[in-house]
């Protein structure tokens, strides 16, 4: 079990560019999380998925963030034109069911917009 | 506004003591509560949980005391090892809503 995978690892973006983040869930796993982490805010998060269906999107900015579940293999996180603020590490985690099951954590992305 | 706090910021023990690691959360709501460990480059990892009914709970050299009343709880390290030194994370939930919300993170060092 190759465990929650994230690519790319590292990503630099210049102000204005697109980026786009990949998530890979452990297999058999329906629910999918995306949470943001940065020294100033800590650790937030920004939306999740059950069986690839959005079901809470309460952290994600309002502009420019968006979220897919095209299958249940991959998520992806675009961010339009990004901005300095959103360098972060963004963390994709998957569990079994929701409640009580244990999120696994991949190792993030460290977005860098410079 | 921060709805779970942790204390303190930092914190160095010898090798062989006893960490002690404080949270405390404003939502009466919050019924489950893990902490997640994160060493530097990785992503957080479960290491112990506990839910609102229960006052304690344990997990080899790990417990989570909680006081419900108060809202706090803590996890106690015993025997602390060098291996220990990371950051730790209380983070709680809300029976029916997936997400988590976590604290700002102890860093533990453990000095040898």
């Known amino acids: 079990n190759a465990g929650v995978i994230q690519t790319p690892r590292h990503k630099v973006t210049g102000k204005g560019q697109e980026a786009t983040l990949w998530c890979e869930p452990i297999?058999?796993?329906?629910?999918v999380f995306w949470y943001r982490q940065t020294i100033v805010q800590g650790l937030e998060f920004l939306t999740y998925?059950?069986?690839?269906?959005?079901?809470?999107d309460s952290g994600m900015p309002k502009e420019r963030f968006s979220a897919q579940m095209p299958n249940q293999s991959h998520s992806t996180l675009k961010i339009q034109s990004t901005q300095p603020q959103d360098s972060a590490v963004y963390l994709c985690?998957?569990?079994?069911?929701?409640?009580?099951?244990?999120?696994?954590f991949g190792p993030g992305t460290r977005l860098l917009v410079l | 506004q921060q709805q779970v706090r942790q204390s303190p910021q930092s914190l160095t023990v010898w090798e062989g003591e006893t960490a002690i690691l404080n949270c405390s959360y404003e939502?009466?709501?919050?019924?489950?509560f893990p902490w997640y460990q994160q060493f530097p480059g990785e992503g957080p990892a479960l290491l112990i949980a506990?839910?609102?009914?229960?006052d304690k709970k344990e997990d080899g050299r790990f417990t989570i005391f909680f006081n419900k009343r108060e809202k706090k709880l803590s996890l106690h390290i015993t025997d602390s090892q060098p291996g220990d030194s990371a950051t730790y994370f209380c983070?709680?939930?809300?029976?029916?809503?997936?997400?988590?919300?976590f604290g700002e993170g102890t860093k533990l060092t453990v000095s040898s």
């Open positions: 983070a709680a939930n809300q029976g029916g809503s997936a997400k988590l919300i």
């Open positions: 297999s058999g796993h329906s629910a």
């Open positions: 939502n009466s709501a919050f019924d489950y």
């Open positions: 506990i839910r609102s009914v229960s």
């Open positions: 985690a998957s569990s079994i069911g929701l409640g009580e099951d244990t999120q696994y």
């Open positions: 998925f059950r069986n690839q269906a959005p079901i809470d």
